[in-house]
């Protein structure tokens, strides 16, 4: 393999693709959904497996913000009520086990964000009141072109295997969210810092 014209290739697509990704989204959804964390009294995360990563490393930014944030299997995590925001990233838009938490949320009278690849999705058609739509290739993709499936329409195609472009872009989107986030509330990079860990 020639590693080097292999590398700048992939490089290359991949840096093309998210650049598509990050054009294609919805400014008056993004709004929504920055307004809803910074106003929120408490935010839950909740993401499976990759997508999970991206969503933890959300929950910590949230906190060197100042805003109380639970990872959700966390054991110390607390009581989710009215005034909360659930923020639950759900790339394929239907994922089964995540069904009974979204129920419990709905009936805490939390508010429930979704991020999604698929917004027609059963889960989020039925739980969502905050859809933010990411346009990029989920796994297992493909199968939402099924009969009965939703359809995973308007999406950037990649040439990365299985949910590795919307993982990817969910952490970087994160990022990107955590500072208008903080530009919302009024704080700045220092005061984020200053909540950093000083126990290393």
């Given at each position: 393999m020639d590693y080097k014209t292999e590398y700048q290739q992939m490089t290359k697509a991949v840096i093309e693709?998210?650049?598509?990704?990050?054009?294609?989204?919805?400014?008056?959804?993004?709004?929504?959904?920055?307004?809803?964390?910074?106003?929120?009294?408490?935010v839950f995360v909740m993401g499976g497996g990759r997508e999970g990563i991206s969503c933890r490393g959300f929950a910590m930014r949230l906190a060197h913000l100042g805003k109380e944030a639970h990872w959700i299997w966390d054991d110390t995590a607390v009581a989710m009520g009215p005034g909360d925001l659930f923020v639950v990233s759900e790339g394929s838009g239907d994922v089964g086990m995540f069904g009974y938490v979204l129920e419990k949320a709905k009936q805490s009278g939390a508010r429930i964000a979704i991020i999604t690849g698929m917004p027609d999705g059963a889960q989020v058609k039925k739980y969502a009141d905050i859809v933010l739509f990411v346009h990029s290739t989920v796994y297992?993709?493909?199968?939402?072109?099924?009969?009965?499936?939703?359809?995973?329409?308007?999406?950037v195609p990649t040439r990365q295997p299985m949910g590795n472009q919307y993982e990817q872009h969910l952490y970087m989107l994160l990022d990107v969210i955590v500072i208008?986030?903080?530009?919302?509330?009024?704080?700045?990079?220092?005061?984020?810092?200053?909540?950093?860990?000083?126990?290393?």
């Open positions: 693709e998210h650049r598509q990704v990050f054009e294609k989204l919805d400014m008056g959804e993004l709004g929504v959904f920055v307004e809803a964390v910074a106003g929120a009294k408490r297992l993709g493909k199968a939402g072109e099924a009969p009965g499936k939703p359809k995973q329409h308007d999406v208008f986030v903080m530009k919302e509330m009024g704080q700045s990079y220092q005061e984020m810092e200053n909540r950093h860990r000083n126990i290393e």
